[in-house]
């Protein structure tokens, strides 16, 4: 009888999974917009910047990835989505990931 030889696959080192984060955002008081950065592997994550559509809304380099949007800046927007690009450490320079969600309309 014969054993089976079972070939498996040669990885790539420099190929790497995609990062698990994801965008949430919440309405609080007074009709802002709370912006955040979550997952398992939010500490790889250098900065973020929230976007309206490609328009920039605000930047966050701190630890927590977490902003609030003012009533106004939501009222003066045209845009359907909010899109977050976060910067990670330990990647090649320039890498990022661009996450995209339904923008929310609060306080209407």
Do not use: H
Not at 52 to 66: E, I
Not at 84 to 106: H, I, K, N, T
Request: aromatic letters at 4%; hydrophobic letters at 35%; glycine letters at 8%.
């Amino acid at each position: 009888m014969e054993s089976a030889r079972i070939e498996l696959p040669v990885v790539d080192p420099s190929i790497r999974p995609e990062p698990r984060l994801r965008l949430t955002r919440r309405c609080t008081r007074g009709g802002r917009l709370r912006m955040s950065l979550a997952g398992a592997d939010v500490e790889r994550v250098r900065d973020v910047s929230f976007k309206f559509g490609r328009r920039l809304a605000v930047r966050d380099t701190r630890p927590g990835f977490s902003r609030l949007a003012p009533r106004r800046m939501l009222a003066r927007t045209r845009a359907r989505r909010l899109r977050a690009v976060a910067y990670l450490e330990g990647r090649p320079a320039g890498e990022r990931v661009v996450l995209s969600r339904p923008l929310l309309r609060c306080g209407r």
